[in-house]
């Protein structure tokens, strides 16, 4: 249902632009609620799903992962962010649209606008992290909770972006569809592997994945408020 929600919205832009319309109405009404406070807050929450922390996340995923012996994890976690490089940069190349106009833009992007990368990687990179310390808890309440936080920070990437003006609300859900269906993809083939196929590579240090997360924690949020500090 994903890929097909993504061609359908590359169908309407491609031969109708259709779409043009509702998009606009929608960016002009998201503009509306602009104020200082919150234009800071979503520069902040834009940021997470730079290319810099993203490869900083991945960075340090990899290696923190690979510490625990969840190798099988850091490999999805690598190839996800690749193949979301190289779709993403391809899709923009195919379509060809142009971004929201700049002066309606908090901020300078360059390159085209469909589909919108920050929001791609927010499902494919934060969704995949979501899963990963869904699976390391048994508590139900806990599993919610921890999906209700990723699922709300995907939210919240996305919508910046058309906070900021600088995507068309179809780019924000064209992400999300397409990035939405590479992660089942990746989370089904985890749950095969870790269910009929390799039990044995299951092993790991719990210590050494909670001391991960606090390292994971702090690292990233020092990576996060250097580049905002930078970006100001």
């Known amino acids: 249902m994903s890929v097909l929600f993504f061609l359908k919205i590359v169908d309407y832009y491609v031969d109708k632009d259709g779409l043009y319309l509702a998009d606009q109405a929608i960016n002009q009404m998201v503009g509306q609620i602009r104020s200082p406070v919150l234009n800071q807050l979503m520069k902040a929450i834009t940021l997470t799903a730079n290319y810099q922390i993203i490869g900083w996340g991945l960075f340090l995923g990899v290696v923190l ?55 791609y990687f927010a499902i494919v990179f934060y969704g995949l992290i979501t899963y990963f310390w869904i699976k390391h808890f048994k508590d139900k309440k806990i599993k919610i909770i921890i999906l209700i936080l990723g699922s709300g920070l995907c939210f919240l990437i996305g919508l910046s972006r058309i906070y900021l003006g600088v995507h068309w609300t179809t780019d924000v859900f064209a992400g999300f569809m397409s990035s939405l269906a590479w992660l089942l993809v990746t989370i089904l083939y985890l749950e095969y592997k870790n269910r009929y196929l390799e039990r044995g590579s299951n092993r790991f240090s719990k210590k050494m994945i909670w001391i991960g997360f606090w390292l994971f924690t702090w690292l990233w949020l020092s990576g996060l408020g250097w580049l905002f500090w930078v970006e100001k």
Do not use: D, Q
């Open 65 to 119: 992962l690979g510490a625990a012996n969840k190798w099988r994890y850091a490999w999805a976690m690598l190839i996800s962010v690749c193949v979301g490089i190289l779709f993403t940069e391809l899709t923009k190349m195919f379509i060809g649209r142009p971004r929201p106009p700049i002066e309606n833009a908090l901020m300078v992007e360059n390159g085209m606008s469909f589909p919108s990368g920050h929001s």
